[in-house]
């Protein structure tokens, strides 16, 4: 059975989803998709395609983090934006989070997201291996 954690250190889910989904052994984890929020749910670089991917993997980060994850567990990510060719500009800071073997990657370009603002919202999945797992602590749904 999936195992549902929204972990304390980041914004806090605001509607119908989970941060996280733990499956099976709780190696393979899937994270809702984030936007550019600091954690009290600020939006962090209105329109500002470079400052919302940072930002963004800065929270992919932290809610792997919490779970004994790393960025290099990451195997896919599904971006979604606004402007393809501001994000295709900011594969510099993709090399800052991540090395090869790089995650498999879908990237589509969508009509708007749920605020204005946000230019960007990232969905990512991981494989954390069994000895740096860390089961987050049953939560109430």
């Not at 594969?91 to 969508?110: K, L, M, N």
Request: glycine share 6%; hydrophobic share 40%; net charge negative.
């Amino acid at each position: 059975m999936a195992e549902f954690h929204n972990p304390d250190t980041i914004w806090q889910p605001f509607g119908a989803f989970s941060m996280m989904v733990i499956e099976g052994a709780g190696r393979t984890v899937r994270l809702k998709g984030q936007v550019s929020l600091d954690v009290s749910g600020k939006i962090v670089g209105a329109n500002d395609m470079q400052a919302q991917v940072r930002q963004v993997f800065s929270n992919i980060e932290t809610v792997l983090s919490s779970v004994g994850g790393q960025m290099c567990d990451v195997i896919e990510l599904v971006h979604s934006t606004t402007d393809i060719d501001a994000f295709m500009q900011t594969g510099d800071i993709r090399q800052h989070y991540f090395s090869a073997p790089y995650p498999i990657t879908t990237t589509v370009e969508v009509a708007k997201l749920y605020d204005p603002n946000l230019v960007i919202e990232i969905t990512a999945t991981a494989e954390i291996p069994l000895d740096r797992f860390v089961a987050p602590e049953k939560q109430a749904r």
